[in-house]
């Protein structure tokens, strides 16, 4: 039955076949690439157009009408909103759930915890705007439950999203709060645990639970269902592990 049942749907997908338009939220940017060439594997047919960009701006747009299809989002505070209002016609569910690393391009002595920030040598830290990142948010939970957040908010250098934070932590600041997936891309092989980047103590701040939905833009489309199960799948939940994340 199960394979009469997949034979069914790459049936339906191969007669649809053509283009789904994914909103993505900055810090998958990273595994993007290695989820889309597993689900082509799949469905060698469906091309995966995806919008990068901060969970709160893509949600804004979605309201707005953009024409995405299928919104993968930094938390779930956003496809819970769109979903409430009808926007997002599948119940939000977790993908995967995300971390806080620092990241410097200089060495740094992270057995300092958050107090590192404090220091002197310390001028700029780069930080995703908490309006519309998720990952920003929790970057300032982070500090305030951490009791530097007062003393070093005049160096923040904010982002728009977590993606533009990496590249601000090591060129227009000394360190920043960034999505630890970043740090498994290729590109990032030169920063070393411990001497440029450190995990954030998990203690200081909401686990970061990212969700998906499909959108109304996206209902009834079988190639956009076949993405949204491919992303609760195992293999998509290898990839992602591979990228740092947890996944439930």
Same mark, same amino acid.
């Given at each position: 039955m199960k394979k009469i049942l997949l034979v069914l749907c790459l049936s339906l997908v191969s007669l649809n076949a053509g283009e789904i338009k994914i909103a993505v939220a900055a810090n998958v940017s990273y595994a993007m /690439?290695? #989820? %889309? %060439?597993?689900?082509?594997?799949?469905?060698?047919?469906?091309? !995966?157009?995806?919008? #990068?960009?901060?969970?709160?701006?893509?949600?804004?747009? +979605?309201? @707005?009408?953009?024409p995405y299809q299928l919104f993968m989002a930094a938390n779930m505070k956003y496809p819970e909103a769109l979903y409430k209002d009808g926007i997002a016609v599948t119940r939000p569910l977790v993908y995967a759930q995300?971390?806080?690393?620092y990241l410097s391009n200089k060495q740094q002595d992270f057995t300092k915890g958050i107090a590192l920030i404090k220091d002197a040598t310390i001028h700029k830290i780069a930080v995703a705007n908490p309006k519309t990142a998720p990952y920003g948010k929790a970057a300032i939970e982070a500090m305030k439950n951490g009791g530097v957040l007062e003393e070093t908010e005049k160096k923040f250098v904010y982002a728009e999203s977590i993606s533009q934070t990496v590249s601000y932590a090591v060129t227009a600041a000394d360190i920043g709060f960034i999505a630890k997936s970043s740090l498994y891309s290729p590109k990032m092989a030169h920063f070393k645990e411990g !001497?440029?980047?450190? /995990?954030? /103590?998990?203690? #200081?701040?909401?686990? +970061?639970?990212?969700? +998906?939905? !499909?959108? %109304? @833009?996206?209902?009834?489309?079988?190639?956009?269902?076949a993405f949204y199960t491919f992303m609760l799948s195992a293999k998509a939940k290898e990839i992602l592990l591979n990228y740092g994340y947890l996944v439930p």
């Amino acid at each position: 039955m199960k394979k009469i049942l997949l034979v069914l749907c790459l049936s339906l997908v191969s007669l649809n076949a053509g283009e789904i338009k994914i909103a993505v939220a900055a810090n998958v940017s990273y595994a993007m /690439d290695e #989820l %889309k %060439k597993a689900f082509h594997a799949l469905y060698p047919e469906t091309k !995966v157009q995806v919008t #990068l960009g901060s969970s709160g701006k893509l949600t804004a747009q +979605i309201k @707005n009408g953009a024409p995405y299809q299928l919104f993968m989002a930094a938390n779930m505070k956003y496809p819970e909103a769109l979903y409430k209002d009808g926007i997002a016609v599948t119940r939000p569910l977790v993908y995967a759930q995300g971390s806080l690393a620092y990241l410097s391009n200089k060495q740094q002595d992270f057995t300092k915890g958050i107090a590192l920030i404090k220091d002197a040598t310390i001028h700029k830290i780069a930080v995703a705007n908490p309006k519309t990142a998720p990952y920003g948010k929790a970057a300032i939970e982070a500090m305030k439950n951490g009791g530097v957040l007062e003393e070093t908010e005049k160096k923040f250098v904010y982002a728009e999203s977590i993606s533009q934070t990496v590249s601000y932590a090591v060129t227009a600041a000394d360190i920043g709060f960034i999505a630890k997936s970043s740090l498994y891309s290729p590109k990032m092989a030169h920063f070393k645990e411990g !001497v440029n980047w450190a /995990d954030v /103590d998990p203690k #200081l701040y909401t686990p +970061i639970n990212q969700g +998906i939905v !499909v959108l %109304k @833009n996206g209902e009834k489309n079988s190639e956009v269902a076949a993405f949204y199960t491919f992303m609760l799948s195992a293999k998509a939940k290898e990839i992602l592990l591979n990228y740092g994340y947890l996944v439930p």
